[in-house]
């Protein structure tokens, strides 16, 4: 388990890190056609990886399967940065003016609180609050790596939208 704690706190980080760099009058502007806001991506992930904290504390049952083995089929969809993807309507963001300190803050506390999961939760345990389309239920284990690969793949993009903004 220190693998996924120190490689999602490491990557958590990095997004916050990239965040702080965002100028707080350039979080909602549209950097280029077709893209979110630097605070729209921010949200999405919120809302995703937030959702995430409240599926690995809740309902969990034995897993009849290896816990890991969804994680190369999560790690291959996400880091595969040729495809693009439509967001669920549930996690897409608000078109409103977000506050990056207030976004900030809640980045850290999701990272505290997945943290805390990693450290005290059996990662082997199958979710069963969430159903993830496509894929089914997943490990907690499962669910760390998903949050982890999400993660990487928009701190990507908010690179490229920061990139454009300055």
């Known amino acids: 388990m220190e693998k996924i ?7 958590l980080l ?14 909602n502007k549209i950097p280029f056609e077709g893209s979110w806001t630097a605070g729209e991506l921010v949200q999405h992930l919120i809302l995703s990886n937030g959702g995430f904290v ?5 309902s969990a049952t034995e897993t ?15 880091l595969n940065f040729g495809v693009k993807f439509d967001s669920p309507e549930f996690i897409c963001p608000e078109k409103k003016d977000y506050d990056k300190l207030l ?16 450290q005290t939760l059996d990662l082997t345990k199958t979710c069963n609050s969430f159903e993830l389309p496509g894929m089914g239920y997943l490990t907690r284990m499962e669910a760390m790596y998903f ?8 701190t990507r993009q908010l690179e490229n939208i920061y990139s454009n903004l300055v």
């Open 14 to 27: 990095a997004l916050e890190n990239l965040l702080t760099k965002v100028d707080p009058t350039d979080i």
């Open 54 to 58: 409240e599926v690995v504390n809740g």
């Open 64 to 78: 009849s399967r290896p816990a890991d083995m969804k994680i190369s089929e999560i790690r291959d969809i996400f």
């Open 5 to 11: 704690n120190r490689e999602m706190g490491q990557s």
């Open 147 to 154: 949050v982890l690969y999400h993660t990487q793949r928009h």
């Open 103 to 118: 976004q900030l803050n809640e980045l850290r506390r999701i990272r505290a609180e997945l943290g805390k999961a990693i």
